[in-house]
């Protein structure tokens, strides 16, 4: 079965052919029936509905047709007659009503941890301007360490390029050795700032391409060049930016006259409006024992007996409007 499906895009199979028309004319298939044509999938003509995940949408031919022909114009005679052959397959079906493929041209799904790191690492490659990034605690203790040198050679290059580099984390963060490090090895024009709560993990490039996780686990990307949604996304950038700490190897909190620290204050803002501990754990990037333990030094400083209590005596306190 897999032999009937290693050609390339210009000679398309039958199924595939089929398949493809008839999500162009429908505006979807099911993943099941794609199963009959893989190379739809590998040659990135469908992609998984966000919305979704038993379905696949198409991609406009034209604009297909454009990311199949990118660097064809740099190979030897042979790979130009193979663009003459793409044509020639893709004008025929950009004739067909394009109503369901108009927002594919700007928003790409993007399957897999792999696929999502090449796009990423494309698109700062062919960056010399600024990377804004969001990068939130995600509970693992350590990632792979090629993918922190790729990243590193990456971030460098960019940098050495003049580019510009900024990158928002979690207090919890501050004193990461492996964050650290990076900062401390890194030359050129970046920066990294922290606060309290974050988003999800958030890249931006130039301000005109962006990247955000499709679901919890981030094996799904989208991929977004909509103007206006990029912007967005770095205007949502600029304004934590501005509310975010500076963070150095050696920054030290001063100490607090009623002896509630940042942290405490931060967890009593959650508490009042009524979050659980695992919730507060999660948006302040600490595991959930850390979280009570602030929990209950709250309480002892404020003389709380009960839950019920410490929302209480929260509220009289006044620390939230000493914060403010």
């Known amino acids: 079965m897999s032999g009937a499906h290693t050609h390339g895009p210009e000679e398309l199979c039958e199924a595939g052919l089929h398949l493809y028309t ?33 379905w696949l949408r198409p991609i406009a031919p034209a604009f297909a047709l454009r990311r199949l022909l990118r660097g064809v114009a740099d190979r030897v005679a042979d790979e ?13 079906l ?21 696929r999502i790191g090449q796009a990423i690492h494309r698109a700062v490659a062919d960056s010399s301007g600024e ?20 990243a590193f050679v990456r971030d460098q290059a960019l940098l050495d390029r003049g580019g510009r580099i900024r990158t928002l984390y979690q207090h919890t963060l501050r004193h990461a050795p492996s ?37 919890k686990d981030r094996t799904l990307a989208l991929e977004i060049r909509h103007p206006a949604i990029a912007d967005f996304l770095a205007t949502t950038f600029d304004r934590l930016w501005r509310l975010a700490t500076p963070m150095y190897p050696r920054a030290v909190h001063p100490p607090s006259p009623d002896g509630i620290t940042p942290r405490q204050r931060a967890i009593a803002a959650l508490l009042i409006e009524g979050h659980t501990d695992a919730v507060i754990a999660d948006r302040l990037g600490m595991n959930i024992r850390t979280a009570r333990v602030h929990i209950a030094k709250l309480a002892a400083t404020l003389g709380s007996e009960s839950r019920a209590q410490l929302g209480y005596l929260i509220g009289r306190s006044g620390i939230l409007d000493r914060e403010a």
């Open 22 to 54: 008839r999500a162009l004319r429908e505006g979807r298939v099911s993943a099941k029936e794609a199963d009959e044509a893989p190379c739809l999938v590998d040659l990135g003509l469908v992609q998984p509905d966000i919305e979704d995940l038993r």
């Open 80 to 92: 130009r007659r193979r663009e003459e052959r793409l044509a020639a397959v893709f004008e025929s």
């Open 131 to 150: 990377v804004l990034t969001i990068q939130p605690h995600t509970g693992q203790t350590h990632s792979p360490a090629g993918i922190h040198a790729e």
């Open 179 to 215: 964050i650290l490090s990076r900062y401390e090895r890194l030359r050129g024009d970046v920066e990294a700032r922290t606060l309290d709560e974050v988003t999800q993990r958030l890249i931006v490039i130039d301000r005109v391409v962006a990247f955000i996780p499709a679901n």
């Open 94 to 114: 950009a004739e067909i009503d394009s109503r369901y493929t108009a927002v594919a041209d700007t928003i790409s799904v993007l399957s897999g941890l792999d």
